[in-house]
């Protein structure tokens, strides 16, 4: 058992209130939230918190944690020429082991971050299973196949590898997106999320061209034509969510699916500002995710929430868009939800102790008036003073825990892209 | 003498290049800078840089330091209540004591973010000097007058008495903005400018209302207005500068002036987005500030650049809109320029020994593909190693040097914020 005591303490539980008290875990789990009681067991651990803030951990909903490799090779260059000449010619050379180095290079960046969960997308799920099971972390695998029906086997086959690999690993059903597949593929996608009542995720207007061309193509947008082929029955969600219109937000409406926005992304790739007040005002579930390190470059959620919550305040032109407490509830509780993480989403007993301590001594989360909205609007990773998942301290202080050895992680993948690009 | 070896060098002389190398100080300068030589005089210090990056310091080319007090005082409401409701009325209750102490929590911010000189408006410049003096740090104080012809008497009054008070103390002539003053004001400070030689500074087209009024009033832009009044005979420049035309951009391209660009604040307050692709473009001078704390909410010149560079990229669609290196000339070169610290903006023997060292071992800046876009893109100030200001090391992993004691410092302003808001 860890106690951790002279805290304050952000469960996330609305209405969104900073309690002070202690928390205990025990194994996994969260076994004690409230004051100090009068009595206490014996402890592993004792950690004076020294005021700290103890909140739930960010999870990541939508990254390709891998392409580490790759983040500043091709700056300041156009879309279509950063992705065919800058990145797929270069993802063609990994190997598993690759992928399995440079999701532990990200990991690093993850666990500094306060991040203890990851919903990926790349080649080769099982070197992220491997980096994921050792660090300690979570992972979550989204299918991301490509093509035609014949497809949806190879998906059908991870989906049952890995549905129930580890208790720290999950498998989310998922395609890459509209453009790369045709009908006959989302088909039968429809017919295995219904046979198995999962949920089903995909890259969804993301850029106004591949949006447009959806509608060419087969009349309507991306999110109407997969509702009407039934990939939602057991919900899921979309990545990117940009470019939707009324109606395709009254889709994620009715069948209760996550957007999850990846405001960086989007901005670092021009593909624009996805409507986040609407979504919010609309009560449609809202989950923030890094997209690949290429494309953003960092997977700092901190990041992720500031641009969320000021990018709404330049569309709108109101500084009042949207209250910035929202993109904190995306970042841990939305995240946690839209990956299955059910028990992740926030700190009470009996709910997975992953949690993180923000440190609030630090200048820049000074004066306290308002810790929610401090969090998104000056807080930022520096403020990250330590990461447990699943009842592990896996950094702290700067250090990271577990075995995990970060000189050995640079030494492994600096050689690896060197090979890979130099 | 400090030795500094096993380095990456960016000078931020163009074309920007890293080279491998050791710089020394002697003093507040740097007296060497290049490869290892074979004989080695004696140091007082000598400090491995195990590869890391040495490189000039951020330079805060526009900032309201004392206002850390009102920092997420009110968030998510409109503009004018904000600033009528949640800032005068607090700031009226200063007093000078109040101003050193906020200051002082402001410096904590500045240095850990590799941030040694900041361009500062405010009440109680006596302060904000004895402030800056203490921590080691530099400030040029930027006149902040407003009304009328009489009020430039405590204008000059201040001029006369900071511009030589200290070496790392600067002063530069300004007036708040056209908006609050008359043309009388405008037409004095023309005068003095012109008498003495120097540059003025203002706020200026910062809001779309503001800039229209400026027309409805005098019949042209602020910009154009204040040319022709001749305030800009010896230079200067304007702070935010977001909602220039061509015409505006070419009275400061003609004139030599500065644009000092907040792209966080103005994203904040909803005031828009400057075109600092325009500015590139037609070579007009470009500095980065934060504007005060309570309208960013950071003093963070990672996130200044982070967002100059994105906000481009999503205002023209173009992903190639700016190159990200411009960001991190303007943060550095470019703000040093603006306030005059003209010893302080490069790396080079002889120039004041202004620098910060960047871990360039996190896991965030990995891979060392393109080091300028990845300071810019992926950079953040948990990167910041080392913080130097004229030769002496004021904040060092996490600890703040020469006397800086943020405990006490924290303890004072939050007695001080409890009587201020409480």
């Given amino acids: 058992m860890i106690r951790f005591y002279n805290a304050k303490i952000l469960t996330m539980e609305e209405p969104l209130t900073v309690r002070e008290g202690e928390i205990w875990t025990d194994g996994d789990k969260i076994s004690y939230l409230g004051k100090s009681p009068a009595e206490l067991?014996?402890?592993?651990?004792?950690?004076?918190?020294?005021?700290?803030?103890?909140?739930?951990?960010?999870?990541?909903?939508?990254?390709?944690?891998?392409?580490?490799?790759?983040?500043?090779?091709?700056?300041?260059?156009?879309?279509?020429?950063?992705?065919?000449?800058?990145v797929f010619p270069y993802e063609e050379r990994l190997t598993a082991e690759d992928v399995y180095a440079f999701d532990r290079l990200a990991i690093l960046e993850y666990l500094a971050s306060g991040t203890t969960a990851f919903f990926d997308m790349y080649f080769y799920p099982e070197s992220t299973v491997q980096a994921a099971i050792e660090s300690g972390m979570r992972a979550v695998l989204c299918g991301s196949i490509s093509g035609t029906a014949k497809d949806v086997e190879r998906l059908e086959e991870q989906f049952r590898k890995y549905r129930n690999v580890h208790q720290r690993i999950g498998y989310r059903l998922g395609?890459?997106?509209e453009y790369t597949s045709d009908e006959s593929l989302h088909q039968e996608i429809a017919k295995l999320a219904q046979a198995e009542k999962e949920p089903v995720f995909t890259h969804i207007s993301e850029t106004r061209s591949e949006h447009d061309a959806c509608i060419e193509r087969h009349g309507t947008t991306p999110a109407k034509y997969l509702e009407s082929i039934g990939i939602w029955e057991y919900g899921g969600g979309g990545f990117h969510c940009v470019w939707f219109d009324k109606e395709d937000r009254a889709v994620f409406s009715r069948n209760n699916l996550w957007a999850v926005s990846c405001p960086c992304s989007n901005a670092k790739l021009a593909s624009g500002i996805a409507p986040l007040k609407e979504y919010l005002k609309e009560?449609?579930?809202?989950?923030?995710?890094?997209?690949?390190?290429?494309?953003?470059?960092?997977?700092?959620?901190?990041?992720?929430?500031?641009?969320?919550?000021?990018?709404?305040?330049?569309?709108?032109?109101d500084a009042a868009a949207?209250?910035?407490?929202?993109?904190?509830?995306?970042?841990?509780?939305?995240?946690?939800?839209?990956m299955g993480l059910k028990d992740c989403d926030i700190l009470a007993v009996g709910k997975q102790a992953d949690?993180?301590?923000i440190d609030l001594h630090a200048a820049n989360m000074q004066p306290l008036h308002h810790i929610p909205e401090s969090l998104v609007l000056n807080g930022d990773r520096s403020n990250v003073k330590l990461t447990m998942c699943a009842g592990k301290i896996l950094y702290e202080d700067g250090i990271y825990q577990n075995g995990i050895n970060p000189e050995a992680i640079l030494a492994d993948t600096g050689k690896r892209i060197e090979r890979l690009t130099g």
Same sequence: chains 1, 2.
């Fill in 283 to 317: 009560n449609i579930n809202l989950a923030l995710g890094t997209d690949g390190p290429a494309s953003n470059n960092a997977l700092d959620p901190f990041r992720e929430m500031y641009l969320g919550a000021v990018l709404q305040k330049l569309r709108t032109m």
């Fill in 322 to 338: 949207i209250p910035a407490a929202a993109m904190l509830k995306a970042a841990t509780v939305g995240s946690a939800q839209a």
């Fill in 41 to 86: 067991p014996a402890f592993e651990r004792e950690i004076d918190v020294n005021g700290n803030l103890l909140m739930p951990s960010f999870k990541n909903a939508h990254t390709h944690s891998a392409m580490t490799f790759l983040r500043s090779f091709a700056e300041d260059v156009p879309l279509q020429t950063w992705l065919f000449e800058k």
């Fill in 175 to 177: 395609f890459h997106a």
């Fill in 355 to 357: 949690l993180i301590e």
